[in-house]
């Protein structure tokens, strides 16, 4: 079949050839209705195929903007990058109790969403005002399951709120909408009398150290930790699909490196060595870009999912915390009026 296929192209090739050859003998010879034929037709062709491509490029120059327009780029974000794992939630509802310590928290939107997580209260004196980690998760899991995960200093409080459209929280979920309650998160502890607000950490694991890097930048932290991170959507983008225009059809979106010069935190960068989701040569990237004094610690022969079930993950994460942590005498509770 193929011999046939290049047999018959070799004819179409021949018999065009010939055509063409004849018309430019009958073009010299001046036939002019031959000239018109034979050598006026290649220069139509090729105009109209330099207009066709123009206009392809047009058109795909308007379809990458409208992609990247939050009308479209929104639904394609619920439906390809957040994809909230079914939970149980008559056992999320259950975990809040004083005996260990976790307490209930729902805060409400600007668009009148309700943001369910819980505060899990460090052994503190009544009054004492309490340092607190706020930790905030990738595309997948809610975050309850980080409560007791791990050894976690026991004098700082740490905030799970889960994202719109994850655990208990309403909603559906997008990036735009997400930053939006993350910095309300941020202001919901700090605004909290128990809480020393001048020692604020957000932890935040793959998508979500995004949004910490955002918060490092527009609030007053103490500390950043980014948990297998990356630079940008773009960067990942060239790397997976270097044929396809990711950077215009992300069009700036979650682009952590564009913002980590302005930010002067301290921050801990922990990689994956064999990440295959968000690979450690762009969480390099971001902590080169860092502003602010920066630790990297590589978790050897760890992949993207499951880092946080690794005891090294909560030693460097506690290590941390220890240098940015308050001095011992406890900060009292401002007493109410």
């Not at 018109?36 to 047009?58: D, H, N, Q």
Request: glycine residues 10%.
């Amino acid at each position: 079949m193929a011999d046939d296929f290049r047999s018959a192209t070799d004819g179409r090739l021949a018999s065009s050839s010939r055509s063409g050859g004849e018309a430019a003998q009958r073009c010299e010879a001046g036939n002019r209705p031959a000239c018109a034929i034979g050598w006026a037709s290649p220069r139509i062709r090729s105009a109209r195929l330099v207009i066709g491509l123009l206009a392809l490029g047009v058109l795909g120059a308007a379809s990458y903007w409208l992609i990247g327009s939050d009308s479209v780029f929104e639904p394609l974000e619920q439906r390809l990058l957040f994809r909230p794992r079914m939970e149980n939630r008559s056992q999320l509802e259950q975990l809040a109790s004083a005996q260990s310590g976790i307490e209930d928290v729902v805060l409400e939107t600007h668009d009148g969403i309700a943001l369910r997580g819980w505060l899990k209260r460090p052994a503190v004196s009544p009054g004492e005002r309490f340092p607190i980690v706020i930790v905030l998760g990738g595309v997948r899991r809610e975050t309850s399951w980080l409560i007791e995960r791990g050894d976690k200093p026991q004098r700082w409080g740490w905030l799970f709120v889960n994202y719109r459209g994850f655990g208990l929280s309403e909603g559906v979920p997008s990036g735009r909408a997400i930053l939006r309650d993350v910095h309300q998160i941020y202001d919901y502890a700090a605004a909290r009398p128990d809480v020393d607000a001048a020692y604020i950490v957000v932890l935040g694991r793959s998508l979500g150290a995004y949004f910490t890097a955002v918060l490092a930048q527009s609030r007053k932290l103490r500390g950043a930790i980014l948990a297998t991170p990356f630079d940008s959507f773009a960067a990942l983008g060239r790397e997976r699909y270097p044929w396809f225009p990711v950077g215009l059809v992300v069009n700036g979106r979650y682009d952590a490196a564009s913002i980590a010069p302005r930010i002067k935190v301290p921050g801990l960068f922990i990689f994956a060595e064999n990440d295959n989701v968000t690979p450690i040569e762009r969480g390099r990237a971001l902590a080169q870009a860092w502003g602010g004094p920066r630790q990297l610690v590589t978790l050897a022969g760890a992949r993207h999912y499951g880092v946080e079930r690794r005891d090294d993950f909560w030693k460097s994460v506690a290590e941390f915390l220890r240098t940015v942590e308050p001095p011992s005498s406890p900060v009292p509770a401002p007493r109410r009026q």
